[in-house]
C-alpha cells in the first residue's frame, strides 16, 4: 500500500544516515603505539636541546641560582647578600640601637651584579643549594613567560607590577653593622699617631698647605687596621712572598674593637680589595691592550687607572681629567702625611692598599645626619668621653670637616644635626640612579638605615634595587663612583678656565685644596698663620703670570694696551690693573669658570640590570646651558674705559670691596664683546680634546658600561656642551650685532689668533706685588 511504500522509504533513509554516520565515524583513527612513542621522544629530544641551549642564552633576569655553584667568589658573595644584613640579630635586646637587621622577602641575592633584586613568584630560595638542571629549568622558564606575555598581552600581565608596594619597608641596616668616621676618631691609634691627643702633638695636616686631613682618610686607615687585626699580626707583602718584617703588634693591636671585629668580617672580606701593584697593572694593561685580551679587575676604578690609560681617555686639562687628578693627588698628599707623621703606619701600609681603601671610602660612604639625642652617636663610645657633647667632641678632632673647621651654624649640640659618614654594608652595594626605585634614610631614633620603596615608584618583580646617591654631574659621577648612569638623566660640566690651573676649589670641597682653605673659602675657614699667608702669596703671585694671558687680547680696543713700568699709568692701564686684581680674586672660585648643561633626560628611568641599554625619558634639550658668571667673567675682561657710563674704573675699584661682586649687562656692545669672549674659550677647550673631536673619535664603542664606553659618554658630553655653548653665543653675538645695527669701530674689536705682546701686561706683576 501506499503507507508501506512511505515507511519503507523512511526506514531506508534513516539507515542510509546511520551507515554515513558510520563511515565518518572510521575516518578518525586513533594514532598507533608507533607514532606515540615517537611523538614522544620528539618531545624528549626538544627538551634535552633546550636544556642543553639554556646555560649559552643570555638571562633574562638576573638569576641567582644560574651558574655560581662552582664558583667560590660568587657563592660568598650571595651567602653575604642573603644573610649579613638580612639574618642579623642582637646579641643583647638591652639596647635602642641595636636593632634586627631586616631584608623584604621578596629580596633576592644577584651574586654576578653584587647586588640585590626583586624575586619572581615562582622563586623558591631552596632553588639555591639544588642541581645545575634545576637552573636551567629556571632559565627556560623565564624566557617562555617573556614570550607568552610578549605574544598573548593580556590585562593580567602586570599582575606582579607591584611586587614590593611603595613606602614599603625594603632593608634595615643596623647600627652595630655601621663603620663611622666616628667611629674612626675614636680609634686611640688614630688619635695618638695622627690627631695629637694624647701628647699634643701637632695633628696631621697635608704637607703643601697645612690644610687639615679630610675625616675619611681616618677611616680609610681604621678599616685597614681591621682587616690587618683579623689577619693577626701576619706578613704583608704584596707579592705573597716569605715575611719581612711582621706587623707592628701597635698598628695590630685592636682590643678596643675586638668585639665588633668579627661581626664586620665578612664586609670587610667583601670589599673590592687589592689584587696588584700600581706598577705592574700599568704594564698590564699595556699589554691587554696590544694583545686585544680583556681582564676583569675587581675595583677597575678611574682613581686606580694607570696615567697612560687615563690621558688615553681623558686628555690632559679636560675637565673630568683634572678632576680624577685632584682626586689621585689627594689621596697621595694624605698618604704621604700619614706615613710622615706615623713610622708604625708607613711600615705597614702600602700606597696602593691606602689607595684601594680610600676609593672604597669615597664611591660607599653614606651620609648620616646625627645629633646629640642620636644614640647611634654614644654607641661603642669610651667610657671617659661618656659624658662629653658631640659638639666637643667634634670640635677636638682636627680634621676638614670638624675641629675650628665644623659649621659656624654649629652652635651647641641640642639644635644641630652634625654630617657625619658611614660605611654601610648592603646598602653601598646597590646601584646608583637620580630616579631611584627605593629611598634610603638614616633613621634617629634607631640609629639604622632604613631602605623604602619609592613613594613614586613601586618595585616590580626582578627590578634591581636603585637608591641615589645625591645629584651629580656625568664627571664627577665617574671620578669619585666609577661609573655613568649613561641615559642623560644628569648634568654636564666644563671648566673653561683655560688659561689658567685652579688652586682653591677644584670640585672637591675642603677635602682637598691646593691653597689653605682660608685663601679661597672665606665663609667657613678660619685665618691662617703669618708663615702660611707668606707661603701663600707666593702662590697666587705664580698664578697671576697664568692669568695674565686673559688680559692679552685686549677686546674693544683697536690699538693694544701697552702698560709701562713707571709708577705712573693712564686710565686704561689702571683699568687692566684692576681686572687683574679681580682676575686673582675669582681665580680659584670654581663657579665663575664653570659651565653647566642641564640633564637631557630628567625623567630617564634607570634600567632593570646595569648590563641593560637605559631607556632614554622625555628630552628637554631646549634648556640652555647654564654660563650666568661665565658671562660675568668674560665681562670684566672686555670693560673699556667707554662702559658702565665711561665709569669703568671707578666700577672695578668699588668692586673690590665686594665679596659677590659681579659685572652685570652693560649694554649690546659689552654684551657682543663677552659672549666671544665665552666663545673663544670655548674653541681653546675644544681644541684639547684633540683626535676625540673627529667623526672616529666620536664613534661609540661597541662594548656597553666598559671603561672606554664610559670614559667616551662623559668625554662626548663635554665636547657637546662646548659645541653648543660656542655655536650659542657666536649666533646670539651676530643676532645683537644685526638688531642694534653694530658698526665694525674700535669698540667691536674682537682678537682670535692675533693677540697683544705678552710684554705689554707683564709690568702688572710688579704693580700689583
Not at 606582579?160 to 614599603?168: D, F
Not at 713610622?343 to 701600609?349: G, S, T
Request: aromatic share 8%; net charge neutral; hydrophobic share 35%.
Amino acid at each position: 500500500s501506499r503507507v508501506e511504500r512511505e515507511k519503507k522509504a523512511a526506514t531506508k533513509r534513516r539507515g542510509g544516515a546511520k551507515k554515513k554516520n558510520s563511515n565518518d565515524t572510521n575516518s578518525f583513527r586513533l594514532p598507533s603505539t608507533t607514532q606515540l612513542l615517537s611523538t614522544l621522544a620528539a618531545l624528549l629530544a626538544l627538551a634535552s636541546v633546550l636544556l642543553l641551549i639554556a646555560p649559552f642564552l643570555p638571562a633574562p633576569t638576573s638569576n641567582p641560582v644560574s651558574s655560581i655553584n662552582d664558583n667560590d667568589e660568587l657563592l660568598k658573595t650571595r651567602d653575604f647578600l642573603n644573610n649579613f644584613v638580612c639574618n642579623y640579630k642582637p646579641k643583647s635586646s638591652t639596647s635602642d640601637v641595636d636593632v634586627d637587621g631586616y631584608c623584604h622577602p621578596k629580596l633576592v641575592a644577584a651574586p654576578k651584579e653584587r647586588t640585590q633584586r626583586v624575586a619572581y613568584d615562582n622563586y623558591n630560595p631552596e632553588s639555591l643549594h639544588v642541581s645545575k638542571i634545576y637552573s636551567r629549568i629556571v632559565i627556560l622558564q623565564q624566557w617562555f613567560q617573556i614570550i607568552s606575555n610578549k605574544l598573548f598581552a593580556t590585562t593580567n600581565t602586570n599582575s606582579n607590577a607591584k611586587a614590593i608596594p611603595s613606602g614599603e619597608l625594603v632593608m634595615r641596616l643596623p647600627r652595630p653593622l655601621q663603620i663611622w668616621d666616628l667611629d674612626a676618631l675614636r680609634d686611640e691609634f688614630v688619635q695618638t699617631e695622627f690627631l695629637g691627643m694624647s701628647d699634643g702633638t701637632p695633628p696631621v695636616t697635608h704637607r703643601e698647605t697645612g690644610n687639615p686631613l679630610d675625616s675619611g682618610a681616618f677611616l680609610a686607615v681604621h678599616l685597614i687596621r681591621l682587616k690587618h687585626g683579623l689577619r693577626g699580626g701576619e706578613c704583608i707583602d704584596s707579592d705573597g712572598q716569605d715575611c719581612k718584617q711582621p706587623s707592628s703588634s701597635d698598628w695590630t693591636n685592636m682590643k678596643q674593637y675586638e668585639p665588633r671585629m668579627h661581626l664586620l668580617q665578612p664586609y670587610l672580606d667583601i670589599l673590592p680589595a687589592r689584587h696588584y701593584d700600581i706598577d705592574l697593572l700599568a704594564r698590564h694593561y699595556d699589554a691587554t691592550s696590544k694583545s686585544g685580551s680583556k681582564t676583569k679587575h675587581l675595583h677597575d676604578h678611574p682613581l686606580i687607572w694607570p696615567k697612560s690609560t687615563l690621558e688615553s681617555l681623558f686628555p690632559k686639562y679636560t675637565h673630568t681629567h683634572d678632576l680624577i687628578v685632584h682626586y689621585r693627588r689627594m689621596i697621595q698628599s694624605e698618604y704621604d702625611a700619614l706615613g710622615q707623621a706615623s713610622k708604625v703606619f708607613a711600615q705597614n701600609v702600602e700606597f696602593s692598599e691606602y689607595l684601594n681603601m680610600r676609593v672604597n671610602v669615597l664611591s660607599r660612604a653614606f651620609g648620616v645626619s646625627a645629633s646629640e639625642n642620636d644614640k647611634g652617636v654614644q654607641w661603642n663610645k669610651a667610657k671617659e668621653a661618656a659624658h662629653a657633647s658631640l659638639l666637643d667632641e667634634l670640635k677636638s678632632y682636627e680634621t676638614s670637616n670638624f675641629g675650628k673647621y665644623l659649621d659656624n651654624s654649629h652652635q651647641s649640640s641640642s639644635d644641630a644635626a652634625f654630617r657625619l659618614r658611614s660605611m654601610s654594608p648592603l646598602l653601598d652595594m646597590y646601584n646608583s640612579h637620580p630616579n631611584p626605585n627605593v629611598i634610603w634614610r638614616y633613621n634617629e631614633k634607631t640609629s639604622s638605615f632604613d631602605i623604602r620603596a619609592s613613594n613614586k615608584l613601586s618595585l616590580s618583580s626582578g627590578d634591581a634595587i636603585m637608591v641615589s646617591y645625591g645629584k651629580y654631574t656625568e664627571g664627577h659621577l665617574l671620578a669619585k663612583f666609577g661609573y655613568v648612569n649613561g641615559d642623560g638623566s644628569s648634568p654636564t660640566e666644563v671648566n673653561l678656565a683655560v688659561f689658567h690651573r685652579q688652586l682653591g676649589d677644584l670640585g672637591l670641597g675642603r677635602q682637598y685644596s691646593l691653597l689653605p682653605f682660608y685663601a679661597w673659602d672665606t665663609v667657613s675657614s678660619p685665618k691662617g698663620e703669618n708663615a702660611e699667608l707668606v707661603k701663600t702669596k707666593q702662590v697666587i703671585e705664580m698664578q697671576s703670570k697664568e692669568l695674565l694671558r686673559y688680559l692679552i687680547f685686549d677686546d674693544g680696543y683697536k690699538e693694544c694696551v701697552k702698560v709701562s713700568d713707571n709708577d705712573e699709568y693712564n686710565q686704561h692701564e689702571e683699568l687692566k690693573l684692576l681686572k687683574l686684581q679681580h682676575l686673582i680674586r675669582i681665580a680659584n672660585h670654581r663657579d665663575a669658570w664653570v659651565v653647566r648643561l642641564p640633564e637631557k633626560f630628567p625623567n630617564a628611568k634607570p634600567p632593570p640590570r646595569l648590563t641593560d641599554r637605559p631607556e632614554l625619558g622625555i628630552d628637554t634639550s631646549k634648556v640652555g646651558v647654564n654660563a650666568k658668571k661665565m658671562l660675568s667673567t668674560c665681562r670684566l675682561l672686555s670693560l673699556t674705559v667707554d662702559d658702565i657710563g665711561r665709569g669703568a674704573v671707578d666700577y672695578l675699584r668699588d668692586g673690590l670691596s665686594s665679596d659677590m661682586f659681579q659685572v652685570e649687562n652693560d649694554g649690546p656692545t659689552l654684551e657682543y664683546r663677552a659672549m666671544m669672549c665665552v666663545a673663544r674659550m670655548c674653541g681653546v677647550a675644544m681644541s684639547r680634546y684633540g683626535e676625540h673631536f673627529s667623526p672616529q673619535g666620536r664613534q661609540e664603542p661597541r662594548e656597553f658600561r666598559s671603561r672606554e664606553w664610559n670614559a667616551w659618554y662623559v668625554r662626548d658630553g663635554e665636547m657637546r656642551v662646548l659645541g653648543i655653548l660656542r655655536q650659542t653665543l657666536l649666533a646670539e653675538a651676530n643676532k645683537i650685532k644685526r638688531q642694534y645695527n653694530l658698526r665694525n669701530d674700535a669698540a667691536m674689536t674682537i682678537r682670535e689668533s692675533e693677540t697683544c705682546p705678552m710684554d705689554y701686561s707683564l709690568p702688572l706683576l710688579k704693580k700689583i706685588s
